[in-house]
Each structure stands twice: as C-alpha cells, then as structure tokens.
C-alpha cells in the first residue's frame, strides 16, 4: 500500500547539511518524498503541514553504520518494531544492519524478507549487509552477486573472524572484482580470544581475562596486506586503539581505499567505566585505557576515523544481568548516538564542532555505505532530523524505545532531544 506523502514546510530551524557545508536559518520545503528547495518555496507551494522549528536544529536523518535489529531469529532480545521505533525516536532514518542474525544473511531471500519486513513499517532505510562466507563459517564465499540484488550494500564477517587468510584473500579478490566493499571488525582469531576486558592494570585487578591492542593490530597488518594484493575496498568496524588508529592513518596516506569508524560510547568511555563489573560496559571491542579514547577522539578531528556508529545491540535481562565476564556484550545506542555525538562537539569547544560531529553521522557515513542519504540537497530523499540542541534529557530505561535497554550512560543526563523525524517525506515521529 502507497502512502500519500505530503508537502511539508519546516521554518525557522538552523539548518545545518555538512554535505553542502550549510549552517544558516532558513526554512525547508519538501514535497513528493524529496526535498524541493530551501530558502524559498518552489512555484506554486502550498503545505499540507507546516513545523515551526524555531530553536532547532534542522539536519539531515542520521545514518547509523552498525544496528543490530535482531531480525530474524532473535526476536526476544528486540524486534524490527521496537527498534524502527528507537531508530525514529533518535533521528535515525538510515541503518546498515550487520549479517550475524538467525539464520545468518547468507542467502537472498533471507535478505529480502527482512526489506520486505522494513518496508512494510516504513520508517528508517534499512540497509542489510550480506555474510562474507556461509553461516559466517569463515569457510565458502557467499554468491556476493546474489546477495548484493536482494539489497545487501558490503559483506561482513561480524565478530566472526576468517580463520584462513586465503579464504579471505579470495573473498576480497572477488569483491575488487565487482566493485563490492568488505566490512571487517580487526580482531585477531587468536590473541585475546575469550578475552573481556581491555588487557591492562585494570584488567589485572579486577582479575578479568583481556584482549591486548596487538589482538587489532595484527589483523590491521593482515588485511592491509591484502589490500596492497588485491586493491579491495575494505571498511573497518569500530576501531578501539590509539595504536590502531596510526595503522589506519599511515595505510590512508599510503592511498589504500580503506575507511574506518568507531562506536559512540568509545568516544566517552574507558576501561575504568568497567567500575565494580558493571555487565552494562561490557563491549566488543572492549572499552580501552584513556590514552586510547584521546586518540579517538582527536582521529575523529583529522579524518582518520572516518564515522561514528551506535554499534545498536540490544540485549535482554537474562544475557546481560550476569557476571561481567559471563555477560552478553553490546548495549543499545540508536537513541544516543545524537546526543552523545552533540556531547563529543560540545567537549571540543570550536566553533566548527556541531557540524563536524553531524558530518560522522551524516554524509560520512552515507558515504562508506554508499548511499545517497546524509544531506538536504534539492532532488535528494527526504529523509530530516529536527533536534533541541540544548533540551537536556535523562537516560533511563523508561525512556528509551529499544526493547534493549542496557546502557553504560544509564542515568547520565545529555542535551539533545529530538523533536521530529521526517522519512521520505513523512513525519515519522513527533514529540
């Protein structure tokens, strides 16, 4: 069923689009799912409804690069209603889910039902990333061709690594080929395995088995090895060292086509925030030493990290409410991912910060997916955040949408609230 979309008129915001480098008042004019003008209406206007944004913000919806939705086979940890709801209630209209579900997205039609599944809601874009090899095995190549018709946009491995670096050399080999991107999280299969804390003084206290930065580094060798061999594109997931992230800078340099992001709460967080066991911190990768997050941090400033994920994975009272070692890890995060990017601008004291922050979580990110989503061009989909910049907000279960709701920043008071969500041209979401 086609749902009529209407002519919109959003006035008085602060628009502000990275992808076009626009931060000014002026009103925005959508009709037909797209944006038609901003500045002045387009010939003949006339909006069916009109949302004075008037100490708002008016930016582009937000492309989250890493959303668990937990669809299928995991419905009791969440399931696509709960989560499109989260992904409306904190900006988000564009989500890229990772392959790791049950059964894994190895096969078409397992691709198709769940687009078919977020259609029918019609809010957020979902965007699925197809298996890299069958049942995430690390074994037989998927039919990447397949799966890239039914809708997947890069092949991931998840948390599962490739046991056989031929397997992997073959599977970018065959990506270069057809112009596909492979998602790699870098972790090495071995160093750090069952580990569940940064390794480090606090680790060792706490009597916590770790996982060492070499567990990154030597994968970040690996594979760019075999980006030199193959000339694959290769996009690296939550990246979590400092020293990680001078690989990635030096291989940037170098000219390899290679982009990277980080999760939200590895901007904010330590391993101290661990505190007495809390499961809530428990992550992979895990939270890192503070030099670690200072080099995030000011990565995120020269461009070597390249965009900010929520790395959204809801998990439920009985997988996370247990020791921390024996805790399921992951938290939510669609509902933060604004705030706490409005939190790492604001920390930073420059002028420029907002739209810096906006761009890691806009155009950037569109731009390693490779979507046309992330700005307010005339002519591109309608797809807009309007947010309080300065509305201060508490983080509570009760607040939050996600049928997940575990969070580090449980408690934490944020500024940032969303007031509207706009998909396709619709208001998904009003406060």
Partial sequence: MKIARMKLHIKNGRVIDPANGIDATQDLFIADGVIAALGTAPDGFSADQTIDASGLVV???????????????????????????????????????????????????????????????????????????????????????????????????????????????????????????????????????????????????????????????????TIFELMRATGARVHLCRMSSAAGLALVAAAKKEGLAVSCDVGVHHLHMTDADIGFFDPNARFNPPLRSQRDRDAIRNALLDGTVDAVCSDHTPVDDDEKLLPFAEATPGSTGLELLLAL???????????????????????????????????????????????????????????????????????????????????????????
Avoid at 69 to 92: D, F, H, I, N, W
Wanted: with cysteine; hydrophobic share 45%; aromatic share 6%.
């Fill in 341 to 431: 990017s409005l939190k790492w601008a604001e920390e930073q004291k420059s002028s420029e910060a907002l739209s810096q922050a906006l761009a890691k979580v806009t155009v950037e990110a569109a731009r390693i997916a490779g979507l046309p989503a992330g700005t307010l061009s005339v002519g591109a989909a309608a797809d807009v955040v309007l947010f309080d910049p300065d509305a201060r907000w508490k983080v509570e279960r009760k607040a939050l949408a996600s049928q997940g709701k575990h969070t580090p920043f449980l408690g934490y008071e944020l500024a940032g609230q969303v007031r509207a969500t706009v998909v396709r041209g619709r208001v998904a979401f009003q406060r």
């Fill in 59 to 221: 930016a582009p919806g937000l492309v989250d690069l890493s959303a668990r939705l937990r669809e299928p086979g995991y419905e009791y940890k969440a399931t696509l209603e709960s989560e499109m709801k989260a992904a409306m209630q904190g900006g988000v209209t564009t989500l890229v889910c990772p392959p790791d579900t049950d059964p894994v997205l190895d096969e078409p039609g397992l691709v198709e039902m769940l687009k078919h599944r977020a259609r029918i809601l019609d809010q957020a874009n979902v965007h699925p990333l197809g298996a890299l090899t069958m049942g995430l095995k690390g074994q037989a190549l998927t039919e990447m061709a397949e799966l890239t018709e039914a809708g997947c946009i890069g092949f991931s491995q998840a948390e599962e690594p490739v046991l056989d670096t031929t397997v992997l050399l073959r599977a970018m080999q065959y990506a270069k080929t057809f112009g596909y991107t492979v998602w790699l999280r870098p972790q090495d299969a071995h160093i750090g395995r069952g580990g569940v804390a940064h390794s480090g003084p606090l680790a060792s206290r706490l009597g916590l088995s770790g996982v060492p930065v070499m567990s990154e580094t030597i994968a970040l060798h």
